[in-house]
């Protein structure tokens, strides 16, 4: 039966009445494509991975398989879909970083579970070449920048002296175009396990690192050597809780930011400093926290907005969240199982990618924001 022009325009007019009313209610509405990268045919491939965005547009990838038996890269230039892999050390890696400098070279820092010490891999134009910079025994995070020469700065945990006592410190190595220079951050036992290291317009490091007494540490170097502060220092129902993964920028101003993992209290926070002062705030609140796959990893925008993802392991979903004026909005990126070890870059549009291994189907797999609708608030 034909409708009437009237019962179509009411029909009409009732449809727009809804759209309207049903977008005051949302947020943002994102889609986000997914594809995978490596998934070495059920081996576990993915874990530590660490993505960067060259000043080309092309894309890095460092990773490792889940018992970190290989050390793997990854490279896909701005206008292809391939991904070239290729082995760099077969001795392993764990908690590997990734760095590119200006020629758009790769620069990894990584442990090896069958060497101890601190590695560097370089690739220099023609093959990788690779340096053990530090034999002591390592584990836990490490951090890499490039300075304005391109030289690495590398920050990471030192868990043995040579005669097998406990350290338990950070450390941080620095290369000068001709040596490479090991010092030791925080000499309190317990201090560095998860780290993450920035540098200010001068070059300058800034390193954010758990401290096991429960406190979230800050380190920085100035003419006269490390100075040493705390960002948060706050208790859980008479407990510490700060032990766990943090992420460091510095903002345009100079201030640090930092998002970081409430363990005991299961949410996500976000840290600044405007001065000497620290503020802190929740960005999400989480369902359950595991080891070492529940990492944070922050960005901040052409315009200084922060941008951080996150792994629920009690939702086994990959979290990505930002902050306008007023709040945090978070969405979801990826679930069943999927979003441990994740690792954020954003592209000259400010566009998010994010690379992370799913537990379920085994697999390294990178996600990019699509398209965002921005509706109308309350």
């Not at 034999?135 to 030192?158: A, M």
């Not at 001068?202 to 050597?225: K, V």
Request: proline share 2%; net charge neutral.
């Amino acid at each position: 039966m034909r409708l009437s022009r009237l019962a179509v325009f009411v029909s009409f007019l009732c449809g727009i009445m809804f759209f309207l009313s049903s977008a005051t209610y949302c947020q943002v509405r994102a889609t986000w494509q997914i594809e995978v990268v490596d998934s070495s045919r059920g081996k576990a491939a993915g874990s530590f991975s660490s993505l960067a965005i060259d000043r080309f547009g092309n894309f890095h990838l460092v990773y490792s398989n889940l018992a970190g038996t290989t050390l793997q890269y990854a490279f896909r230039a701005k206008t292809e879909k391939r991904w070239d892999k290729t082995t760099i050390d077969a001795l392993g890696g764990s908690f590997e970083t990734l760095a590119v400098d200006s020629h758009g070279w790769a620069h990894i820092a990584y442990n090896s579970p069958k060497v101890a010490g601190l590695h560097y891999a370089e690739w220099d134009g023609k093959q990788w070449q690779k340096l053990l910079i530090d034999p002591v025994k390592t584990n836990h995070e490490t951090s890499i920048q490039l300075d304005s020469q391109g030289y690495p700065r590398i920050s990471y945990y030192r868990e043995e002296y040579s005669d097998r006592r406990s350290a338990k410190s950070l450390k941080y190595a620095y290369f000068d175009g001709k040596t490479w220079y090991v010092q030791t951050v925080d000499h309190r036992s317990g201090t560095g396990s998860w780290n993450s290291l920035a540098l200010d317009r001068e070059g300058r490091p800034h390193i954010s690192y758990s401290i096991a007494t429960g406190f979230l540490g800050f380190a920085y170097l100035d003419q006269s050597g490390w100075e040493h502060t705390l960002a948060d220092f706050q208790g859980y129902k008479g407990k510490r809780y700060l032990d766990s993964d943090s992420s460091l920028v510095i903002g345009a101003d100079g201030d640090p930011r930092i998002a970081y993992i409430n363990g005991t209290a299961r949410t996500i926070n976000y840290a600044w400093r405007e001065g000497t002062v620290w503020h802190q705030e929740t960005v999400d609140s989480l369902v359950a926290t595991g080891a070492a796959a529940d990492q944070v990893s922050l960005k901040l925008d052409s315009k200084g907005r922060p941008h951080i993802v996150y792994y629920d392991s009690g939702l086994g979903t990959l979290k990505y969240a930002t902050r306008d004026k007023k709040e945090w909005r978070t969405e979801t990126i990826d679930d069943g199982n999927a979003g441990q070890y994740a690792s954020l870059c954003l592209d000259e549009n400010d566009r998010p990618y994010v690379s992370y291994y799913t537990s379920l189907d085994r697999e390294l797999r990178i996600a990019h924001r699509q398209s965002s609708v921005p509706v109308q608030e309350q």
